[in-house]
């Protein structure tokens, strides 16, 4: 055998054109052969590869039995994480149900799965390693056998054609012993080669019949695919027709059980969606969080102060919604706190893709402020109004209707048309811009869209002249608790009374005690409604703004004895900016507040000092009396008219005294106004953005909005004005 190699490898090397010749095995086939041969390497790569990647989608462990395998499956470790959770439920929760039930169908699946793999197993991956592993390598054996022999047949021949010419030049030469020699060598290898012959014809027809075998199963090697389409396709339409009858069941036996307050569709889904959507998918003609706040506040908020302008905690908004998304009946408790309800409905307004005034009519509310003859503005109005869809139109004049009424009863809870424009009107239009500072397009608008709303709330019976039913699907009914229908009494109301503040003795104030959490933001970045400022008047007749009052006699009592000083360097107004936010640490004041604590006193012209302070301003007091280690003194609400008191009163100097708020509109303009440095609170209304928006406007004005400086919440005061 080593001197065969030897031999072949000489000739190779010494005849270079004979490795032509090892090529003459392709020549013993014919065209088809050919092709069916070219065929069988991809096959049988295609063969391992998809078995190799088919096995890697198993799940289970591939050759185990049906209850071990279904045992190992994640489906099947679901469904006992499933039956575990609702062992644990109340066997009329509607969770434990659907847990029981999910339990039910993983466990069905499961075994779905261990069928797909094992039917996969056995008609799939045994028959694909079987022709990988093979059936296949057993052909291209033999080919690389066949291709050897001729190699050897050819390597024989021509070793024999060398020993002919030998035996020839011999035989010429006369006859010896050389020419005897050269002819039993040449007899030899007609021997050999004859021998090699009959292998390479007899492997030749082997390796055709494979291949001719291959050509005749190559149909059957293609079901296999087939089968594999076949079983999934069998797999998926089990699964399926086992979750939709499991639905079937859990839709039904749910609908059955599921409590119900107005419609089975729960209220939080209602904000954000369109108003045509809503009310078609309800059947309504009024969307249902406009009529049920509605309805709500006609039984107690009509007389609340600041309906819709002192925002509700976030806490109790979100416990309103989640209430009627759950089909609660417990809403009771609601009409105790009219605020929270006014939230609900200037969130839904809000909220809205589309304001309920519409983006197509944007430019015609505009036109219709800008009308100085109130018997043009009137008709503009009514053509407007007209031009609504009907779904907008309705809810419109059920707004307004609700608007008036609130408005009738302004002697007492001070919202006046106007005040109702100011924080309702940019919750019912705005603009849709595309381009351009979005602070800015509402700020200039803003006057407009109030002016407007404060139009159609006066003139609602010329606009609106049918009557409107508030209960129109007859769905709301009065607490029966009548005592939450009442409104706590008024002790003598004022024509202005803005939100609270803490003035420090001499030195400080500051506004919205309590950080207030921001309510959902709007589907378009705009102006808080409260931050809005008052709009251009529409009649002549508002008796609501008036022009400044003289400062009260100053008053023969005198003011709060001051038990430590305090002071601070003024902060620089010549160009407003917000600053960086302090990163001091948290640490106590060097200057300790008064001991023990005093009630803070509330000065009231005709109301004697209360033994606690307002309602709200706790923690604000307590913020800055620790801050500054003075008593804080509770005044009233930010507006000049009070600062001059103020003033007056106390002798206090502005240049050292700081207006902390949390409204840019309000409460930093209004510091800006009487000359007082001012800092942001960044837990309310306003944000940092805002300020910085305002900062990169051309507008002199939108200058006084900017802060001097920004903290994080009314906390970070201590750290500051320790420095």
């Not at 417990?330 to 309920?356: I, N, T």
């Not at 008709?379 to 004049?397: G, I």
Request: glycine share 4%; net charge neutral.
């Amino acid at each position: 055998m080593m001197k065969r190699q030897f031999n072949r490898m000489r000739q190779q090397l010494s005849h270079p054109n004979t490795t032509i010749r090892a090529q003459e095995a392709t020549e013993l086939l014919s065209e088809d052969l050919l092709q069916i041969e070219q065929r069988i390497e991809p096959a049988k790569r295609a063969a391992h590869s998809v078995s190799k990647r088919l096995q890697a989608c198993l799940q289970g462990q591939c050759g185990s039995e049906m209850d071990k395998r279904v045992k190992k499956l994640p489906l099947m470790a679901l469904s006992m994480a499933m039956a575990e959770s609702f062992k644990e439920l109340d066997t009329e929760s509607s969770l434990g149900k659907v847990l029981e039930m999910g339990c039910c169908i993983q466990s069905s699946l499961a075994k779905i799965v261990a069928e797909f793999e094992i039917a996969l197993e056995h008609y799939i991956l045994q028959p694909l390693n079987k022709l990988s592993e093979e059936e296949l390598p057993v052909i291209l054996k033999r080919k690389k056998t066949l291709q050897k022999l001729i190699s050897d047949w050819n390597t024989i021949k021509s070793r024999l054609n060398q020993a002919a010419k030998s035996s020839s030049n011999s035989t010429g030469a006369g006859a010896g012993p050389g020419a005897s020699s050269a002819a039993n060598k040449l007899e030899i290898l007609k021997e050999e080669e004859e021998e090699v012959k009959r292998k390479v014809e007899k492997c030749r027809d082997e390796y055709m019949a494979d291949l001719y075998h291959f050509s005749t199963k190559e149909d059957i090697y293609a079901s296999y695919f087939i089968k594999l389409l076949e079983i999934q396709a069998q797999y998926h339409r089990q699964s399926l027709e086992s979750l939709e009858s499991a639905l079937a069941e859990l839709r039904e036996s749910h609908r059955q059980t599921e409590p119900s307050f107005t419609t089975d569709i729960p209220v939080a889904g209602y904000y954000g969606v369109s108003l045509e959507t809503h009310l078609k998918s309800l059947g309504r003609e009024i969307a249902l969080p406009i009529e049920a706040c509605v309805m709500m506040l006609l039984a107690s908020g009509m007389k609340e102060e600041g309906l819709f302008r002192l925002a509700a905690g976030a806490s109790v908004l979100r416990k309103l919604k989640s209430s009627l998304a759950s089909g609660s009946n417990a809403l009771e408790e609601f009409y105790s706190d009219p605020h929270a309800v006014a939230g609900a409905l200037k969130s839904y307004l809000r909220e809205l893709p589309q304001p309920l005034m519409t983006f197509e009519l944007y430019d015609e509310w505009v036109k219709v402020a800008s009308l100085k003859d109130i018997d043009n503005r009137i008709q503009s109005l009514r053509d407007t109004c007209s031009r609504l869809p009907q779904d907008s139109y309705n809810n419109l004049r059920y707004l307004i209707k609700f608007l008036a009424k609130l408005a009738e009863h302004q002697e007492v809870n001070k919202m006046t048309p106007s005040n109702i424009a100011i924080v309702l009107g940019p919750n019912l239009l705005w603009s849709q811009q595309s381009t351009g500072d979005p602070m800015q397009l509402d700020l200039a608008s803003v006057s407009s869209i109030q002016a407007v709303v404060e139009a159609l709330i006066q003139n609602v019976d010329t606009l609106f002249p049918e009557e409107v039913d508030f209960n129109v699907s007859g769905m709301f009914m009065l607490p029966t608790n009548t005592g939450l229908c009442k409104a706590p009494p008024v002790e003598e109301p004022t024509p202005m009374t803005p939100p609270a503040s803490t003035l420090l003795d001499g030195e400080a104030t500051s506004r919205d005690p309590e950080p207030r959490s921001q309510p959902a933001s709007p589907a378009l970045p705009r102006p808080s409604p409260e931050a809005a400022g008052p709009p251009a008047p529409m009649t002549t007749d508002n008796t609501t703004r008036k022009g400044k009052r003289p400062a009260p006699a100053r008053p023969t009592m005198p003011p709060p004895p001051v038990t430590q000083p305090w002071s601070m360097a003024p902060a620089q107004t010549a160009s407003p900016k917000a600053l960086p936010r302090r990163t001091a640490p948290s640490r106590a004041p060097s200057i300790p507040p008064p001991l023990p604590p005093q009630p803070a006193p509330r000065h009231s012209r005709d109301v004697p000092p209360s033994p606690k302070p307002p309602t709200g301003t706790g923690s604000l007091t307590a913020a800055v009396e620790t801050a500054s280690g003075r008593k804080a003194l509770v005044v009233g609400k930010p507006n000049t008219y009070m600062f001059d008191c103020i003033v007056e009163r106390f002798g206090v100097d502005p240049s050292r005294t700081l207006m902390v708020g949390d409204r840019l509109e309000t409460d930093i303009l209004f510091g800006k106004n009487c000359g007082l440095a001012t800092i942001l609170t960044l837990t309310g209304v306003s944000r940092l953005e805002e300020a910085q928006a305002y900062m990169a406007s051309d507008n002199a004005a939108a200058k006084d909005l900017v802060p001097n400086y920004y903290v994080n919440s009314i906390a970070d005061l201590i750290p500051g004005l320790d420095e």
